[in-house]
């Protein structure tokens, strides 16, 4: 039977720019991913940048009410739907498909989509500053009744921007899932999956868990708002408390999604942390299983304590101690995660390049930021420090210093397999210093300013006491900007000028790094057959064992 001829790909298709609008390779779309991440990092970095500018002193008139309002919503909006979430989508896109010797993603056209769908996601919400009444002004969490009166249509585009986004992290676990379970190379066992795809694994399904959830809840605020369809006006009530509705309805939906969302953020930057850690101490793992298991054991009871967040609305002590008790058990599995880590470095021959560095940097920051959310799962602690400055200082404490330090270990130790260079050592070290110090500088004065009262989300304040503790944070950000700046100009400077590497710069031990750097389009011209969870590590063993027979003969 005569193969058939494939259809030729028209000349524009294969332009150095338009070949990237209709590509479906997995690896060109991880790229777009990280770096349309990075573009709405630097947007959301220049909100917060205002917003500590408003607050950097006591009656402040940079930014008016209004305006301040709109940069918070959007803040941290973008943080977690455009930035967090999407360019860790972005790694695996990239990484599991090679870490688990596959030559593509299971539903490249679907994988496509869920790029495009992101980046319409990301435009319907930036451009609603320019909507009628200017952009969501309701915070990030949206809560009834203030989200639902607010006029103007900022907070509908806010809606629909989510829910785009939604279908478009549905699309990518869909696929993410699909392509673990079907398409491992031979011997890839789940013991013998890498720690980043297990960890992309939960992080599937934990989408597919909750997201549900946030699309019916945000449905139902739309229809609160009412919209008009062909003539007829819609307006429902189901938040509405004064026409029978149940505001805490809203809460229950948002933080259902909200609370295992941090864990999805924080999952995949424990996977890259279980990667990089391992390569520069020389060790393999310690306690590969428990590592893996716990992530599992994470993804499920982060399932069980979204109320958590919902201690001050007046729920019987019996349910308030369940959601304390459950929100306390989460420490356990992440404990597991954090010894064998440290188990990991011990007597290991530490090697401190640049992702090392961020991989050390993200233990420190993100057990201060654990250790302040056994503070908040505590109700009566949460009682005296709910909607402060001590809240907004645990989160980004976990998300920042946990999953932004995570990201840049990824991003510095995985970028020559990505484009074939290695970033500047030099200058990554200095811009991991800079935004270290500055971090804490920014972040920590927060939880003071929380114990001494000062509310979340406050565009100005009158107490002098908090002006020297958030003129600290604001300077301590300016700083973090510049460690940022340095970031940028880190990659312009060694797209072109970068040494080259070879395929495994590093000496690691996943597939990735057995095709060239960067890998060809079709992945690999072969795959050795998997024996263990350091495939390449037994690899350069056999290598050794047959080179020395040789020698011997």
Same mark, same amino acid.
């Given at each position: 039977m005569a193969a058939r001829a494939e259809?030729?790909?028209?000349?524009?298709?294969?332009?150095?720019?338009?070949?990237?609008f209709v590509t479906t390779d997995h690896k060109r779309i991880g790229i777009l991913y990280v770096s349309t991440s990075l573009v709405f990092f630097a947007l959301g970095g220049l909100m917060a940048l205002a917003m500590r500018t408003q607050l950097a002193q006591a009656n402040a008139g940079v930014l008016s009410p209004q305006h301040y309002n709109e940069l918070v919503t959007i803040h941290g909006t973008t943080m977690i739907f455009l930035v967090l979430v999407p360019i860790l989508a972005g790694f695996a896109n990239f990484l599991v498909p090679l870490m688990i010797g596959a030559r593509d993603v299971a539903f490249p056209r679907l994988n496509a989509l869920s790029y495009w769908l992101y980046l319409l996601g990301g435009l319907v919400l930036m451009l609603s500053f320019f909507a009628k009444g200017g952009a969501a002004q309701a915070g990030w969490t949206s809560y009834p009744p203030l989200s639902e009166q607010t006029p103007g249509h900022g907070q509908d585009l806010w809606i629909l921007s989510l829910h785009i986004l939604t279908a478009s992290s549905v699309a990518g676990a869909i696929?993410?899932?699909?392509?673990?379970?079907?398409?491992?190379?031979?011997?890839?066992?789940?013991?013998?999956?890498?720690?980043?795809?297990?960890?992309i694994e939960v992080f599937a399904w934990m989408l597919l868990a909750v997201l549900p959830t946030l699309s019916a809840g945000l449905t139902l605020l739309l229809l609160d708002r009412g919209i008009s369809i062909g003539g007829w006006?819609?307006?429902t009530h189901f938040f509405n408390a004064a026409k029978g509705g149940a505001p805490l309805l809203w809460q229950h939906a948002f933080w259902f999604f909200g609370h295992p969302e941090v864990y999805i953020m924080v999952l995949p930057a424990f996977g890259i942390i279980s990667e990089v850690l391992p390569v520069f101490a020389r060790k393999p793992i310690f306690g590969y299983k428990a590592v893996a298991f716990s992530t599992v054991g994470i993804g499920f009871? /982060?399932?069980? %304590?979204? #109320? $958590?967040?919902?201690? *001050?609305?007046?729920f019987p002590n019996a349910l308030n101690s369940f959601f304390m008790i459950t929100s306390m058990a989460v420490a356990v599995p992440t404990g597991v995660k954090v010894f064998n880590w440290l188990a990991t470095l011990w007597r290991g021959n530490l090697h401190f390049d640049t992702p090392m560095l961020y991989a050390l940097g993200f233990l420190s920051v993100f057990v201060v930021g654990g250790l302040t959310g056994i503070y908040l799962a505590a109700f009566p602690v949460d009682?005296?420090?709910?909607? /402060?400055?001590? %809240?907004? #200082? $645990?989160?980004?404490? *976990?998300?920042?210093?946990?999953?932004?330090?995570?990201?840049?270990?990824?991003?510095?130790?995985?970028?020559?397999?990505?484009?074939?260079?290695l970033l500047d050592e030099r200058l990554g070290k200095w811009q991991f210093w800079i935004l270290f110090v500055s971090f804490n500088?920014?972040?920590?004065?927060?939880?003071?300013?929380?114990?001494?009262?000062?509310?979340?989300?406050?565009?100005?304040?009158?107490?002098?006491?908090?002006?020297?503790?958030n003129m600290t944070s604001t300077i301590g950000s300016y700083v973090m900007g510049i460690a940022l700046l340095l970031f940028l100009w880190n990659v312009v400077r060694t797209t072109r000028?970068?040494?080259r590497v070879g395929n495994d710069p590093w000496q690691a031990d996943t597939l990735e790094w057995y095709t060239t750097s960067p890998p060809p389009p079709h992945?690999?011209?072969?795959?050795?057959?998997?024996?263990?969870?350091?495939?390449?590590?037994?690899?350069?063993?056999?290598?050794?064992?047959?080179?020395?027979?040789?020698?011997?003969?």
């Amino acid at each position: 039977m005569a193969a058939r001829a494939e259809t030729p790909v028209p000349g524009w298709q294969r332009g150095r720019v338009a070949s990237w609008f209709v590509t479906t390779d997995h690896k060109r779309i991880g790229i777009l991913y990280v770096s349309t991440s990075l573009v709405f990092f630097a947007l959301g970095g220049l909100m917060a940048l205002a917003m500590r500018t408003q607050l950097a002193q006591a009656n402040a008139g940079v930014l008016s009410p209004q305006h301040y309002n709109e940069l918070v919503t959007i803040h941290g909006t973008t943080m977690i739907f455009l930035v967090l979430v999407p360019i860790l989508a972005g790694f695996a896109n990239f990484l599991v498909p090679l870490m688990i010797g596959a030559r593509d993603v299971a539903f490249p056209r679907l994988n496509a989509l869920s790029y495009w769908l992101y980046l319409l996601g990301g435009l319907v919400l930036m451009l609603s500053f320019f909507a009628k009444g200017g952009a969501a002004q309701a915070g990030w969490t949206s809560y009834p009744p203030l989200s639902e009166q607010t006029p103007g249509h900022g907070q509908d585009l806010w809606i629909l921007s989510l829910h785009i986004l939604t279908a478009s992290s549905v699309a990518g676990a869909i696929n993410f899932i699909v392509t673990i379970h079907n398409l491992r190379a031979p011997g890839m066992t789940w013991t013998r999956m890498p720690l980043f795809v297990w960890s992309i694994e939960v992080f599937a399904w934990m989408l597919l868990a909750v997201l549900p959830t946030l699309s019916a809840g945000l449905t139902l605020l739309l229809l609160d708002r009412g919209i008009s369809i062909g003539g007829w006006h819609i307006q429902t009530h189901f938040f509405n408390a004064a026409k029978g509705g149940a505001p805490l309805l809203w809460q229950h939906a948002f933080w259902f999604f909200g609370h295992p969302e941090v864990y999805i953020m924080v999952l995949p930057a424990f996977g890259i942390i279980s990667e990089v850690l391992p390569v520069f101490a020389r060790k393999p793992i310690f306690g590969y299983k428990a590592v893996a298991f716990s992530t599992v054991g994470i993804g499920f009871i /982060s399932m069980l %304590v979204w #109320a $958590h967040h919902m201690f *001050t609305v007046g729920f019987p002590n019996a349910l308030n101690s369940f959601f304390m008790i459950t929100s306390m058990a989460v420490a356990v599995p992440t404990g597991v995660k954090v010894f064998n880590w440290l188990a990991t470095l011990w007597r290991g021959n530490l090697h401190f390049d640049t992702p090392m560095l961020y991989a050390l940097g993200f233990l420190s920051v993100f057990v201060v930021g654990g250790l302040t959310g056994i503070y908040l799962a505590a109700f009566p602690v949460d009682w005296q420090v709910h909607d /402060s400055y001590f %809240v907004v #200082a $645990h989160f980004h404490y *976990t998300l920042f210093g946990g999953v932004v330090f995570a990201i840049f270990a990824g991003l510095f130790y995985w970028w020559p397999k990505m484009f074939g260079r290695l970033l500047d050592e030099r200058l990554g070290k200095w811009q991991f210093w800079i935004l270290f110090v500055s971090f804490n500088v920014t972040f920590f004065p927060q939880h003071l300013l929380g114990l001494e009262g000062m509310p979340r989300r406050v565009y100005t304040y009158s107490h002098e006491s908090w002006e020297g503790y958030n003129m600290t944070s604001t300077i301590g950000s300016y700083v973090m900007g510049i460690a940022l700046l340095l970031f940028l100009w880190n990659v312009v400077r060694t797209t072109r000028r970068g040494p080259r590497v070879g395929n495994d710069p590093w000496q690691a031990d996943t597939l990735e790094w057995y095709t060239t750097s960067p890998p060809p389009p079709h992945n690999f011209d072969s795959v050795p057959y998997v024996t263990s969870a350091r495939p390449l590590h037994d690899l350069r063993q056999r290598l050794r064992e047959a080179n020395g027979t040789r020698r011997i003969s």
